[in-house]
């Protein structure tokens, strides 16, 4: 266990719908990190929030958003969904931002888009 | 961009041998980390091992460990006496200290441990 939680675990809905996906880092880490897993396009970042600032985007499409909350977790958001969207989502976490610190990956939310 | 390239998808060992999963990357910088991740059926991301590339000297972790090598910018993971367990896909990842600290994941290689 890794200390870094994801709700829910598995979501199925339909396209054109929205959802969000909640992360939860470990006590003490600041950083949060969004990957998308899919059979097309492998492991990508998507984007990395810093106590509560954007830090950095990676191949993130328009219709996805997140945000990191005072508390420090963070949610990612994804609309207008396409069955392309279909992938594990994992968000993982670390002390800080900076190369050196260790990220750890939380268990994954599966999204089905049917 | 930094691109990392796993060019096998699939390996298989038998139960107690030593496996070499290999890893390449493509990189302008000097200074970087990489790393080797098992994903096993859970899907959990698990971290194996880490190299940090000013250091020389190759990593290791019980059964794990690495050969690194910078100038052919080459990364291979060696697993000694596999067990079971250690069936799994394994990514190779690189991180560098100018882009925010993602990672970024080769294609992965799945590895099958047979009795």
């Known amino acids: 266990d890794s200390g870094v939680t994801q709700t829910p675990k598995h979501l199925i809905t339909a396209t054109g719908q929205r959802v969000t996906l909640r992360c939860s880092p470990r006590?003490?880490?600041?950083?949060v990190y969004w990957y998308q897993q899919s059979l097309d396009q492998g492991l990508q970042f998507l984007i990395q929030?810093?106590?509560?600032?954007?830090?950095a985007k990676g191949n993130i499409l328009e219709r996805f958003s997140a945000q990191q909350f005072p508390d420090l977790h963070s949610e990612l958001n994804l609309s207008s969904l396409e069955l392309g969207d279909s992938a594990l989502y994992f968000c993982?976490?670390?002390?800080?931002?900076?190369?050196?610190?260790?990220?750890?990956f939380g268990p994954g939310t599966r999204l089905t888009v049917t | 961009a930094q691109t990392v390239t796993q060019s096998q998808p699939e390996m298989s060992v038998q139960e107690a041998e030593t496996v070499t999963l290999s890893c390449t990357y493509d990189?302008?910088?000097?200074?970087?980390?990489l790393f080797w991740y098992k994903q096993p059926p859970s899907r959990q991301m698990i971290l194996v091992i880490r190299?940090?590339?000013?250091?020389?000297q190759n990593a290791t972790e019980n059964r794990f460990s690495v050969n690194f090598q910078k100038a052919a910018k080459s990364f291979s993971l060696k697993i000694s006496d596999s067990q079971l367990g250690d069936a799994a896909m394994y990514f190779c990842?690189?991180?560098?200290?100018?882009?925010?600290?993602?990672?970024?994941f080769g294609t992965g290689t799945r590895l099958q441990v047979t009795l």
């Open positions: 990189t302008s910088e000097s200074d970087y980390y």
């Open positions: 990842a690189y991180r560098s200290p100018y882009t925010a600290s993602k990672l970024t």
């Open positions: 006590s003490g880490d600041l950083s």
């Open positions: 993982a976490s670390s002390v800080g931002d900076s190369v050196g610190y260790e990220q750890y």
């Open positions: 190299q940090e590339a000013y250091k020389q």
């Open positions: 929030y810093y106590n509560g600032e954007e830090r």
